[in-house]
């Protein structure tokens, strides 16, 4: 008895797990939840690159266009979730 209540228990937590593994997986993929994350990611980063390195606008320009082309490149992609790989099939 108390193996089959096991298995049920089981059960229902995979089934739990595939079904938040779904939403968010509805959810990564959902463009307006993508810009929304890779926006606050890019403006965190020149954030810190400005009180880092104080670039100049030019510079902030080029790295933001840069990015914006890689985004493109890699559609439905978070940047945190880039690769090394992925940045050199963009480069080549």
Avoid: G, W
Avoid at 44 to 61: H, L, R, W
């Amino acid at each position: 008895m108390q193996r089959i209540i096991n298995e049920l228990c089981l059960r229902i937590i995979v089934v739990d797990l595939q079904k938040q593994r779904q939403k968010e997986k509805h959810q990564l993929t959902s463009p307006t939840i993508m810009n929304k994350t890779n926006d606050t990611v890019m403006m965190e980063y020149f954030e810190a690159m400005q009180i880092e390195i104080n670039p100049s606008t030019n510079y902030v320009k080029t790295n933001q266009n840069t990015l914006d082309k890689l985004l493109d490149f890699h559609i439905n992609k978070l940047l945190t979730k880039i690769t090394r790989e992925d940045i050199i099939s963009y480069l080549k």
